[in-house]
């Protein structure tokens, strides 16, 4: 694991010959969503722009980066802002398999309605938790042998617009994989020292 860290890097030139199945996505994206979430109430949601026809309609929104196009697939990472309404379906399972109380369940379920009458708490979670699972595709990707891109510049409001995507959900980032066609743009890492702050 700690090699595929060392290697995944931000590949922007994809061959745009190579393909991913849909069976192949499906797995990277299972992978992707068994990342951590507060009160395991998974935030996340993804949008599959699938074949070239979908990946141009996206390409003016992104700022007509030619990787859209060239990626074998995009993933758009969603984070929900409904996240709550999950509840039930997260904890009455574990309920029924006798591996949490109702009790326990109820007390949950009261500590996250509780947090979700915040609206700016809904929002940063959405934003954190769907954060982790797409750090988790990238990795997954790379450990399958593809290469992905993390974008943040897209036209958010376009593609909530273009791509039908209800009000629950806020787009986080579009994520590009593939094949990459030539190697990634180095990058410096600053110090860790200077990145850390222990406290003893």
């Known amino acids: ?5 060392e290697q995944r890097q931000s590949v922007r ?10 069976e192949q996505l499906t797995k990277l994206l299972q992978l992707a969503g068994k990342a951590p979430s507060a009160w395991n ?4 949601h993804f949008v599959v722009i699938y074949g070239k026809e979908a990946q141009q309609k996206l390409l003016p929104i992104a700022y007509n980066q030619q990787q859209i196009v060239d990626a074998s697939a995009v993933v758009a ?3 929900d802002l409904e996240a709550n309404k999950k509840t039930d379906a997260v904890y009455d399972q574990l309920v029924a398999e006798g591996k949490i109380t109702k009790e326990v369940k109820e007390t949950l ?3 996250i309605e509780q947090a979700y009458t915040n609206s700016q708490y809904a929002r ?9 699972a797409a750090m988790q595709f990238m990795l997954a990707a790379k450990a399958e042998g593809f290469d992905t891109c993390a974008i943040g510049g897209f ?3 376009a593609f909530v617009e273009a791509f039908n995507i209800p009000k629950r959900y806020v787009p986080v980032m579009l994520i590009t994989v593939g094949k990459a066609s030539a190697p990634a743009h180095p990058s410096y890492r600053l110090p860790i020292n200077e990145l850390t702050t222990w406290v003893e």
Do not use: C, E, R
């Not at 940063?124 to 982790?132: G, I, K, Q, T, V």
């Open 124 to 132: 940063d979670a959405a934003f954190s938790n769907a954060s982790l």
């Open 1 to 5: 694991m700690l090699s595929i860290i």
């Open 41 to 44: 109430l998974q935030h996340w």
């Open 77 to 79: 990472v969603l984070g």
């Open 155 to 157: 036209d958010t409001q």
């Open 13 to 22: 030139k994809y061959d745009p010959n190579a393909s991913i199945s849909k």
């Open 109 to 111: 379920a009261k500590q």
